[in-house]
Structure formats: C-alpha cells, structure tokens
C-alpha cells in the first residue's frame, strides 16, 4: 500500500509499504478521507516524543471495514466508519472514569498506533475495544465524516465550559473548528454568538455559519473594548479561544463576564511568549479558566450524530483535496491557513 511516512523530523516521504494483516481480533480499514490537523503539523515540523520516526501519522479520517478477525464485534466488512484519536488504555484511572483523553498512558492513532495517512490502516484490538471508531450513515460523505474528530474535540471544549441555555458565546478564531463551534454552541442552547477572526479570507469564509456579530481584528484595536461594547459592558458568558495567540488567552480572560468561563482551546507553540493575566481578574470575577484538548469516543459517536443531522453544518468547511501522492502539497497548503480544513483522499 501507499502511505506517507514520517521519515524524520521535516521529511515526510509517500512511499510503498506492507499492508497491515489482521488477527482475529483486529480490522483493516480503507481510508478515503484524512483531514489535517494543525497537531499533524506540528509533528513533522518540531516533532512528538509520541510519534517515533519512521511512522504514520494522521488521525482525522473516515473509510470501510475490508476486512475484520473473527473475534471482533465492533464493527464488520462493509461497515463506513469515521475514525477518531484519543484511544483509552480502558485500564487507569482516568479511563475507567469516562476520561479517556486525560489517559496516563495517552494513546493516539497517528501517534503510538500507526495513523490514517494511508491507503489502509489496521484497527487493533485496543482500539476496537476502547477506541474513537463510529459506524457513519451509507449516504454520509467520507470527508465530512472525517471531520467528526476535531468536532468531537469542541464538543469536549464547550461541555467543560458548563455550555448551557442562554449563553452568549464568544469564538475567537473562525478556522475550521471555530466555525464548526459557531454551530455547536447553538445546539447547546447559546443565545448569542460572537466570532472574532484575525484575518479577512477566513472571516468571510466564516459567515456561512451565520453568528450573531463577526469582528475582524484587523479593523479591532482593543477586542476586550469592542466586546464590552456588543455586550453593554457585561462581556460574554463563555469564550473559546479557537487560536493559537498568547493575545487570545490574555484578551478571553480580560472580556468574560463575572462568573463567566474562558476555555484556552488552541494550546499554544513551544516557542509562543508566556501570557500574562493578573490573577485579580480572576478573583474578582470569580470567573472560571479551562483548558481542553481531544476528546473520548462518546463525543465522537455525538459528533457524527450531529453531523448525520445537519445540526453542525460543513459547509464550505473543506476548501482543498489532494492526492496521497501529493501529500507534501497538502501539507504546505494546510499551513499557509489560506483555506479551511485540507484533506488527503488515499
């Protein structure tokens, strides 16, 4: 099979290599859809302690059941399916308490388990058993259905934030999560949504989702001001900072209301300058500051059911496609951020 290979750090390299072969208790899968993650990203550029060269990555993807060991119940031949990454050990604390993204062992596909950026990827027994791997509808698109697992991962985003009737929600990043939040938020009961973007092609790709008031921080001086304003000094209930920008953490703490919640989403760079945020503000407002990263195979199954519905809209979400062979491309154009979410069909 064809398969993209992180060769070393930098190097990624499509090549032919072994087809995985099941046991009785695994499964192949023919992938038809990957989407980039910005953490795929990552991982070539500055590495993963996770992730040992030479590996495959990739972990946002959906394709068929080809074949399936005789012990395996999960899932059978024919079978469609989107494939998500966190994969509990089942055995830690964590785990066995629903929290499976918090493992102490922290299993990934596309990280210690050999990832989607292939023609065929083996589902082994952890994965079966404990894994992010939900059966899809036969008239859902393969790439929409790869987009189930950074959906998932905003579901876990806004579920630690207490998301709940009436809110008003604050998005500041419109990529592809952002926007998808847009959506989200609403299904969770938000009364306002405000989106916040940087720059103008993505804001504008951003409208599709109809948020209630779009700022542009090109056009912004001081966002904390501008949402004070929209919001008639109160600030929002709830913001997610959908970016990677120190600015974002500071700005989302400085805006939230008393009582409000700030989720830092997009975890920032290595090499990103250290936030400063006086903890007065926090005590004062007696607000509430969280973190979120992944997700457990519960939110991947709602992710899919959300999508299955058209309750999260896709969209103009997928802006580019490439070829397998044409991997490095995508992974250019995914990093130059002039699209939305880029995705590789092996």
Known sequence: ???????????????????????????????????????????????????????????????????AGKGVKR?????RVAIGADVPCGNCSWCRNGLGNNCSVNYAIGYQIPGTFAEYMLLPRLVLEHGPVTVIPVDMEFDTAAIAEPLACAINGLELVSMSLGKTVCIIGLGPIGCMMIDLARVMGAARVIGVQRGRKRLEIAKYWEADDYLCLEDVDDLPAAIA??????????????????????????????????????????????????????????????????????????????????????????????????????????????????VVNP
């Open 1 to 67: 099979m064809r398969a993209a290979v992180l060769e070393s750090m930098g190097k990624v390299t499509v090549k032919e290599v072994p087809t995985p072969v099941i046991d009785d208790e695994s499964a192949l899968v023919r992938i038809r859809s990957v989407s980039i993650c910005g953490s795929d990203i990552r991982i070539v550029r500055s590495g993963n302690p996770r992730v040992i060269p030479p590996a495959i990555f990739g972990h946002e993807a959906a394709g068929e059941v080809v074949a």
């Open 75 to 79: 899932v059978k031949v024919g079978d």
């Open 229 to 342: 304003e929209l919001t008639h000094g109160h600030g929002p209930g709830i913001v997610m900072t959908t970016c990677g920008s120190p600015q974002a953490h500071e700005d989302a703490v400085q805006m939230v209301a008393h009582r409000g919640c700030v989720n830092f989403f997009g975890g920032l760079a290595k090499d990103a300058r250290p936030i400063t945020i006086l903890s007065n503000t926090i005590h004062y407002k007696e607000c509430f500051v969280t973190g979120s990263h992944g997700s457990v195979p519960r939110q991947h199954e709602l992710a899919v059911e959300l999508l299955a519905k058209g309750m999260v809209r896709v969209g103009p979400l997928v802006t580019d496609r490439f070829p397998l062979n044409d991997f490095n491309a995508a992974l250019t154009k995914a990093e130059s951020h002039s699209g939305m979410k880029v």
